[in-house]
């Protein structure tokens, strides 16, 4: 079983927990990662990419010569795709990329990243993240005192009041918060660390158990 030492915000060590082994000693699926991660940079995509058919673009509503008699290859409109300012065949037109995963696998790609952080020591876990006031200052001694580099991924259990930490640190370039129930699997392999408040951390066994 993962056991993981609790520290302080200010970088002291308070105690020792065991993690689930369900959720964070897992052997990592990567197949599963990498489908996790598709389906979210999928669901990204705007979608917004436009081209004007034939029947979009402007003009052409007349025959520009008579069928037969000129010696030129028949034409029924100066807008068809062979036309400079013609339509576009088969253009990219606005669209979803977004599709789903079932739920099984979805888990299964989050127990896998959650695990891999873990092996790579690269998951911490803190008692709290307490501030009287929004102060970046405040929240820039905590990543000092827990000697973290860029990209942190700080997780709260929603229950916390974490509104001061929240706004204290998103000023702070390539760091983010997230609940533990909007953790997702692109959010935690883009991030160099991880860092659980206590309490995320059994709000995660719970969902994920």
Excluded at 124 to 139: G, Q, R
Excluded at 191 to 198: C, D, G
């Amino acid at each position: 079983m993962p056991n993981m030492v609790v520290l302080s915000q200010a970088g002291k060590e308070l105690h020792e927990i065991t993690l689930s082994p369900e959720v964070f000693g897992i052997e990592p699926n990567q197949q599963v990662i990498f489908d996790a991660i598709i389906m979210q940079r999928a669901s990204m995509r705007q979608g917004t990419h436009d081209t004007k058919g034939r029947s979009e673009v402007r003009g052409g509503g007349r025959k520009p010569w008579r069928q037969k008699g000129t010696g030129r290859a028949r034409q029924g409109s100066i807008r068809a795709a062979q036309w400079r300012g013609g339509g576009t065949v088969f253009g990219p037109t606005p669209r979803s990329y977004s599709y789903n995963l079932n739920k099984k696998v979805r888990r299964l790609a989050l127990k896998s990243v959650l695990s891999e952080k873990v092996a790579e020591s690269n998951m911490m876990v803190v008692d709290k993240f307490e501030l009287a006031a929004p102060k970046t200052k405040a929240f820039n001694e905590i990543i000092d005192a827990l000697s973290l580099g860029n990209k942190t991924l700080f997780v709260v259990s929603p229950e916390e009041d974490f509104e001061n930490a929240f706004k204290s640190m998103r000023n702070i370039p390539t760091m983010m918060m997230l609940t533990a129930d909007g953790i997702n699997v692109y959010d935690i392999v883009n991030a160099n660390k991880i860092v659980f408040t206590e309490a995320a951390v059994k709000h995660v066994e719970e969902a994920l158990g």
